[in-house]
């Protein structure tokens, strides 16, 4: 097993109504709901992908925290990117589990609808992802109480330690009725901040 | 424009999440599926799901679909057929 020194190359972040990038400021609207903020912070990314509006809400934060740190490293569409994708929350699917609850609740107005139905597992977030970066790579979804950084950190070093992943982007996505919450970086052999679990908590808390 | 035409450019809009497409982009005879507005296979079934809960028509063969979506014009009359509501 080779073992590398792993840095932090970049990293991300969605809640409150602003979109970071590092330490930047990449957008603000403090003026709407998540709906209409995810939707005005995807127009100014120039994130041109239709079915982002298709997605449900976990999806859409993740999608969008994603394509901001991964856009950089795919725009060469015959290079085979071997990032893996390592993700993370609290509420799983629930917020979406619940819509689609409510359409199946009624014996007598039983209509589930199929583009909600396929939302009730919060790893297809990963497989939007894959799909319009085109990886090919080990992706995982993890439900834990709260933001692990030691397990992301473990996982992350075993993935590129073991010749399983170029790089690694983690961290937490959560989408909960109106809480919201996305916190991605990229763990990779260049950047300039060391991969440990006190730069990934710190990163994480000063967010 | 018929009614019909116009309630079903609205409704695939609306329910299929097509955010930059107008009312005003998708004449009767457009392909809804390939080159046309490129619909999914989810967009189809949703499609089916909107038959039975809209217009009380259930489709039995999913694949009878393919030839019921294949534009407004073909839809808006096979709805005309068969609506039970």
Redesign the interface.
């Known amino acids: 097993m080779k073992v590398e020194k792993l840095k932090i190359k970049s990293y991300c972040s969605i809640l409150n109504n602003k979109v970071m990038l590092n330490d930047q400021l990449l957008f603000e609207n403090r003026e709407t709901d998540f709906s209409s903020f995810i ?1 005005l912070a995807y127009k100014k990314m120039d994130t041109n992908y ?1 079915k982002f ?2 997605m449900d809400d976990l999806s859409k934060l993740g999608f969008l925290a994603a394509d901001i740190l991964l856009k950089p490293l795919t725009t060469d569409s015959e290079k085979i990117n071997n990032i893996a994708l390592v993700f993370s929350n609290s509420a799983s699917s629930l917020e979406t589990d619940r819509k689609h609850q409510d359409s199946i609740v009624d014996k007598e107005n039983y ?5 909600i139905f ?1 939302y009730t597992l919060p790893n297809i977030c990963l497989g939007e992802i894959s799909i319009k970066h085109k990886l090919y790579s080990e992706n995982s979804f993890f439900i834990f109480n709260h933001f692990n950084a030691g397990y992301l950190y473990d996982y992350a070093t075993s993935l590129i330690n073991t010749g399983k992943a170029d790089e690694v982007l983690c961290g937490w996505i959560n989408s909960d009725k109106e809480d919201y919450e996305a916190f991605l970086y990229l763990v990779s052999t260049e950047g300039s901040i060391t991969h440990n679990k006190e730069e990934i908590i710190k990163l994480y808390t000063t967010k | 424009m018929s009614d019909l035409k116009q309630e079903l450019k609205e409704k695939i809009i609306t329910q299929l999440n097509l955010e930059d497409i107008a009312i005003d982009e998708i004449a009767d005879n457009d392909s809804l599926f390939g080159d046309g507005l490129g619909l999914d296979s989810i967009d189809a079934l949703e499609l089916i799901v909107m038959l039975d809960k809209d217009y009380g028509i259930k489709l039995t063969d999913p694949k009878e679909g393919k030839k019921i979506f294949e534009s407004i014009e073909v839809m808006s009359n096979y709805i005309t057929t068969h609506r039970t509501k």
């Not at chain 1, 209509?111 to 583009?115: C, D, E, G, H, T």
């Open positions: 939707k239709p509006f298709k209509f589930p609808s199929p583009a396929v």
